[in-house]
């Protein structure tokens, strides 16, 4: 919403002014700082030694040690446990992140470019969307899907991640939008292009890195999701959060091949963010409203 | 940034040559707009609004079975809640959460933000590390934080109460989430851990954003660095501290995947997002489930339209 927001990556990434800053002053704000990544990455540190260990290894006594012994049994055993469900979650996260985006481009070509009156009211309609705890329309929605015998699959969680991924989509298109350049639209116009024809020959070939943001946030999104997918997945469709949970829940699952199972799960969202960082980067200063 | 297309009647448009160009025939030029704009409207209308409505009438129903017809009850399983032992200690549970999460993730945050804004070696990855875990589901990170805050004793201990005995420091092992005053205060440590980062950015972006003028300008007139800080940068901060309560407050108030992840569904760490999840699945009383969502949607909404409306009529009176 506010001009910043699209910026804000950019503003991060062009780095800080060292003025007014001793050397002793960087020198202690550097040990803060590598004090602090020590205890961002004990999870992780966890996560791979404890991942890495054989069944006997996975124990309390060395719970913090390396492995004496590095092991592939518990990615092994993850990998049966979760293959059916990381495929459900490709299978659900992009194609909802495919249809959202398109409809939020759409939606925010028309908010930015083609107003119409009351647009501001539907906007803020949309916006408050994306704050609702889902927990709020939960239950109508799994009645309706049941009584209209759209249980089952992955069409329920397809539907669910596309509606509610609207109104962030919309914001991020809006605020991509509204930053094109006025002459292009009005050339356009004065060509005597229709409103599709200003959208398909100008707009949309513009809207690469709006459709990278939106689509890696959506897909993120929903490969994260649990609450959707506990209230409208059953076994055969459960995505790989639900699968991961009841692999961790259970108290027979060894360590190592709950840490394994984890690192599993998370490793494609974690992939796209280090590759793409800005781009997720972006879609996260998106959701702020405001930077 | 200029002003967007044809602006909405209501708006002050800086453009009001263009405007009364297109004066005539004004139907025809917006009408093809909502057309294209409608399929969504027709979904958020049906999905975030129908059904918000539908579940308000459920909670204002009597239909305790999911066979049952129900009829109008009015405030009566609203109240009820109150009344019983479980509600108000999910809420209490929720209100410790919310205070430690939102209060830490904003402290860190910032800290980090402060950190790492003048430059520093290292600070892409830095960066890089810290929002790593907005990357990870609720589910990942309560895997790992539930083996960390395992809440066995010294002997057996796992996760960090073995980590403490280790270094002998034993005064810090405790029970984490399942300590029965603050233990939901343990339990916001993974939601801080997780949402830090992201907050870091947003100030990092509120930080780099002042002007250095505003700064040099103080530093001439005498201000050591710290009153330039209190002073000149921290006041321009107001805004994204805001958009960062907001942020944090209405993700801590659902929470839900987090406490699945680490407690399951123990009593000890219930929340009223749990609450309701077992009266749908194992109690089945879609009145009570649905009363119970509609405190949590309140309780949203109560910080998050006025925000909404704010910022939208803050942005239209900046002509945007």
């Known amino acids: ?291 | 940034m200029s002003a967007a297309g044809g602006a909405a009647p209501a708006a002050p448009s800086p453009a009001p040559r263009r405007r009364a160009r297109r004066g005539a025939g004004r139907a025809a030029s917006w009408l093809p707009g909502l057309l294209l704009v409608s399929p969504s409207i027709v979904l958020i209308a049906v999905f975030v609004y129908g059904m918000i409505g539908w579940n308000t009438a459920l909670a204002l129903s009597d239909k305790h079975a999911p066979i049952e017809e129900g009829s109008f009850a009015g405030l009566e399983n609203l109240a009820a809640l109150w009344q019983e032992a479980r509600w108000p200690a999910a809420v209490a549970n929720a209100a410790v959460f919310t205070v430690f999460f939102v209060g830490g993730a904003l402290l860190l945050g910032w800290l980090l933000g402060l950190l790492l804004e003048k430059g520093i070696a290292g600070e892409p990855v830095l960066r890089t590390l810290f929002l790593a875990p907005m990357a990870v589901s609720f589910i990942a990170t309560g895997v790992v934080w539930r083996w960390l805050m395992n809440p066995a004793p010294a002997e057996r201990a796992t996760g960090l109460n073995a980590l403490f005995v280790h270094l002998n420091l034993d005064f810090l092992v405790n029970d984490w989430w399942t300590a029965p005053d603050l233990g939901m205060a343990a339990m916001a440590l993974p939601a801080v851990w997780q949402l830090s980062g992201y907050i870091m950015a947003l100030f990092l972006a509120g930080f780099r954003g002042v002007p250095e003028e505003l700064r040099e300008a103080a530093r001439v007139d005498g201000c050591s660095e710290w009153q330039v800080y209190r002073h000149v940068v921290m006041p321009q901060l107001r805004p994204v501290t805001l958009t960062a309560v907001i942020i944090l407050g209405h993700m801590s108030l659902k929470v839900f995947d987090l406490i699945i992840a680490v407690a399951g569904k123990q009593i000890a760490a219930d929340v009223p997002a749990v609450y309701m999840w077992t009266m749908v699945f194992e109690v089945r009383d879609p009145a009570k489930g649905a009363a119970i969502a509609t405190y949590l949607l309140l309780a949203v909404a109560v910080f998050v339209v006025p925000y909404l409306v704010w910022t939208v009529r803050k942005e239209r009176s900046e002509g945007r």
């Open chain 1, 1 to 291: 919403m506010s001009g910043t927001v699209p910026g804000a990556d950019r503003v991060i990434a062009a780095g800080g002014r060292t003025a007014g800053t001793t050397r002793r002053g960087q020198a202690v704000k550097f040990a803060v700082l590598l004090a602090l990544a020590v205890l961002f990455l004990l999870p992780m540190y966890v996560l791979l030694v404890t991942g890495f260990k054989p069944f006997a290894e996975a124990t309390a006594g060395r719970a913090w040690l390396p492995p004496r012994e590095w092991s592939l049994q518990g990615w092994a055993a993850a990998w049966e446990a979760l293959a059916p469900g990381l495929w459900n979650s490709v299978r659900m996260a992009v194609p909802s992140a495919v249809l959202s985006a398109l409809l939020g481009s759409m939606n925010g070509y028309v908010l930015a470019r083609w107003r119409f009156p009351g647009a501001d009211a539907v906007f803020t309609l949309f916006l408050f969307g994306m704050f609702i705890p889902y927990q709020a329309v939960m239950i109508p929605l799994q009645q309706t899907l049941v009584s209209a015998n759209l249980m089952g699959g992955l069409f329920p969680l397809i539907l669910a991640h596309t509606v509610y991924g609207i109104p962030i989509c919309t914001l991020i298109f809006r605020n991509y939008y509204a930053a094109v350049p006025h002459t292009l639209i009005e050339a356009a116009r004065v060509d005597g292009a229709g409103m599709l024809g200003t959208y398909a020959r100008v707009v949309l070939p513009l809207s690469a890195p709006a459709f990278a943001v939106t689509l890696i946030w959506q897909a993120t999104s929903a490969w994260n999701d649990f609450l959707f997918a506990v209230f409208l997945t059953g076994p055969d469709s459960w995505p790989v959060t639900v699968q991961l949970n009841n692999v961790a829940g259970s108290m027979v699952v060894p360590y190592n091949q709950q840490m394994a199972a984890a690192v599993l799960a998370s490793l494609p969202t974690l992939a796209v963010y280090l590759v793409l960082g800005r781009y997720f980067m972006r879609g996260l200063m998106a959701g702020a409203l405001k930077g």
